[in-house]
């Protein structure tokens, strides 16, 4: 089994089909955590910078899965295409 095969064929379908979507959802669940701390609990100023600091991470992390992924992608791509 070559290195390419090794990649194509174990590799790549864990993390397409496993890993990123679940860090997709983590980050996502981070961001509506942040929506409904900041918009539904409204009793204390410590909840809503609460809300508003797990939207701004949630945002990051969708930001920088997506990055990342995509660079992997294109290199991916490049070296084996």
């Known amino acids: ?5 090794l990649v194509e064929g174990v590799i790549v379908p864990i993390f ?3 890993v990123i979507p679940l860090l997709y959802a983590l980050a996502f669940l981070f961001f509506l955590i942040g929506i409904v701390r900041y918009f539904f ?3 204390s100023e410590e909840a809503r ?3 508003k600091q797990l939207m701004v991470w949630g945002i990051i992390g ?3 899965i997506f990055s990342i992924w ?4 294109l290199l991916l ?3 084996f295409g």
């Open 70 to 73: 995509s660079i992997v992608s």
């Open 1 to 5: 089994m070559s290195f390419k095969e």
């Open 49 to 51: 910078e609460s809300g």
């Open 77 to 79: 791509e490049s070296a």
């Open 62 to 64: 969708l930001v920088v």
């Open 41 to 43: 609990i409204s009793g």
């Open 16 to 18: 397409d089909k496993g």
